[in-house]
């Protein structure tokens, strides 16, 4: 079983930055579909960013310019680089992964995770 933990989130003010990471424990990071998923007060969950093992990307077409995923296969960690924090972007953001997620979802916005973390709390006043 594949554990994820989130670090990183906090309350910043508005326009602020912040990074968030999350360290998987497992040695098969590096062929893990990840991605970084937002759940606000009273709103449903959606997705952020997706990384497949290759570095591609994918965004939420919302989200593109701000906020940028990345991940270092070689310390099994996942980031998400957030700028110009925004109130809107006060929610919980929870880091997922699926070894088996195809490079079409991963990469192409389907992506819905298979084992997640408990989530990092960001707070923008």
């Known amino acids: 079983h594949v554990q994820l933990v989130e670090s990183g989130g906090g309350s910043v003010q508005v326009g602020g930055s912040l990074r968030l990471s999350c360290t998987a424990s497992?040695?098969?990071?590096?062929?893990?579909?990840m991605g970084w998923f937002r759940q606000a007060p009273g709103k449903a969950r959606e997705g952020v960013a997706s990384?497949?093992?290759?570095?591609?990307?994918n965004y939420r077409d919302s989200l593109k310019g701000r906020f940028t995923i990345s991940r270092d296969n070689a310390k099994d960690m996942l980031y998400l680089d957030i700028d110009n924090l925004q109130p809107e972007d006060t929610a919980m953001y929870y880091c997922?992964?699926?070894?088996?997620?195809?490079?079409?979802?991963?990469?192409?916005?389907?992506?819905?995770?298979?084992?997640w973390g408990q989530g990092t709390q960001v707070t923008v006043s």
């Open positions: 990384s497949d093992s290759d570095g591609r990307t």
């Open positions: 997922a992964g699926d070894p088996a997620a195809s490079i079409e979802s991963c990469t192409g916005g389907s992506f819905s995770g298979r084992y």
């Open positions: 497992t040695s098969e990071f590096s062929e893990h579909c």
